[in-house]
């Protein structure tokens, strides 16, 4: 871990796995079968267990490709949430929280650029990684304690199904095929379902 690492680690110090499953908790309670919201609670929990496989590997060749099928997951969901989600939270007078959620975002995907650069079974990559994984946690918990849910009280019915469809079309413009793969959901007829629960 660099210096600025530790300097990062130490001024932005994790929140209590019970924290978490409670922000989480109360996400789930507000997304609705297919919405925006059930398909990032969706992602993340995909984002958490693409991390998980890319530590449990043993060799270099699975490594890389499990790093690999991690970095598509991670940003296919981060530029889905940059270009749809994060501006509806700036519209939604929440400025600071999108302006917050754009620079985590940035720094995950430069610790990502470098982590490819270090030799897979080393030390310093499990350190990378364990740090990569620290950071995305603290920005989930974020969107799923408050700022998901601001969003999702403040936006209008009407606009929640916008974001639905446009959230979707994002993700799966980048991952392709790959989508339902990634994620392990079919994505055919989640339309209507969110169509539906946004009536």
Do not use: C
């Not at 030799?119 to 364990?130: A, I, R, T, V, W």
Request: proline share 3%; glycine share 6%.
């Amino acid at each position: 871990m660099s210096i600025i690492d530790k300097v990062v680690a130490a001024v932005t110090p994790p929140e209590s796995e019970e924290a978490r499953r409670e922000a989480r908790a109360r996400a789930q309670q507000a997304a609705k079968p297919g919405d925006w919201l059930s398909l990032v609670l969706q992602h993340h929990v995909a984002i958490e267990s693409a991390f998980a496989a890319v530590k449990a590997t043993r060799d270099a060749a699975s490594r890389t490709a499990a790093l690999k099928k991690l970095a598509l997951l991670l940003t296919g969901h981060s530029i889905a949430e940059e270009a749809v989600l994060y501006p509806a939270l700036a519209g939604a007078d929440e400025a600071g929280h999108a302006t917050m959620a754009y620079t985590e975002q940035s720094a995950a995907k430069t610790q990502m650029g470098l982590l490819e650069t270090i030799e897979p079974l080393s030390e310093d990559f499990l350190d990378k990684l364990e740090h990569i994984r620290g950071a995305v946690a603290h920005h989930v918990y974020e969107e799923e304690g408050t700022w998901f849910l601001e969003l999702r009280e403040k936006v209008p019915a009407v606009d929640q199904a916008r974001l639905t469809e446009r959230y979707r079309e994002e993700f799966e413009r980048y991952l392709g095929e790959d989508a339902v793969a990634v994620v392990g959901n079919s994505a055919s007829g989640r339309r209507e379902d969110a169509r539906r629960a946004s009536l």
